[in-house]
């Protein structure tokens, strides 16, 4: 079946290909219209991320988001037929309590239409991310600063300040390629740690506030477009959709209160 974009069909074995040779791009996405323009882009993978939960649904955290709504958000990237990577978030809670739940909820995942699931931390999932990858559903790791436990690593901070730290991110990355996982997102470590981590495993590292020394980058969408109401310091913002968006309706109401809209030619 042919993809939106008419790019050769990026798949999971492709991107991790991609290490040493290309660098790797990856944005968020979590409809249907605004996958479809991520792919028109040419993006490599498009990440329907648990940060839907706050940019989308408006809450504080990543923690409230359901399995239910990665399934529904997931189906409507799926539809939009991209040629990039589905990779869809796990929720929180929705792997840690049992590996059965996890294969379980990875396959939902499938079958909303992610191409591969996404879960944070490293050894300890380790035995997770196999079963997952046993079931046949590629895995993409998650190292550093692992938003779903901001409150056990003490909140949003910078993770690899102190060589033990480091130490165990480097160790984190290594088991989640032994374990299988096809890639791995370096999420707000100091930049040397990153390049530790892209020398030391031979899958993709893929950063996001981690500096340059990745194998690729990713971005929330909506930091990138200037639609979220707080912007990490590591992300760049490319456009102000919110001023766009605003001034849009704003003439519309403008217009529907002084009687030009709807005009003769939208009722002819
Ligand atoms: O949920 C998300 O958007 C993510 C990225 C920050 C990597 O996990």
Known sequence: MSCRSGRRKVTAPALASMKGRQRIVMVTAYDYPTAALADEAGVDSILVGDSLGMVVLGYESTLPVTVEDMLRHTAAVARAKPCALIVADMPFLSYEASTRDAVLNAGALARAGAEAVKLEGGSEVADVVKAIVRAGIPVMGHVGLTPQRAARLGGYRRMGKTPTEAEAIVR?????????????????????????????????????????????????????????????????????????????????????????????????
Do not use: M, N, W
């Not at 929330?220 to 590591?234: A, E, M, Q, R």
């Not at 529907?256 to 809209?261: D, H, I, L, P, W």
């Open 172 to 268: 984190d990355a290594k088991a989640l390629e032994e374990a299988g996982a096809f890639a791995v997102v370096v999420e707000f470590t100091k930049a040397d740690v990153a390049r530790r981590v892209t020398e030391s495993i031979g899958i993709p590292t893929i950063c996001i506030g981690s500096g340059p020394h990745c194998d690729g980058q990713v971005l929330v969408l909506h930091d990138i477009i200037g639609l979220s109401f707080y912007t990490p310091p590591f992300a760049k913002r490319y456009a102000d959709a919110a001023s766009l968006i605003r001034k849009a309706i704003e003439d519309y109401a403008r217009e529907v209160r002084e009687g030009k809209f709807p005009g003769p030619e939208h009722y002819k």
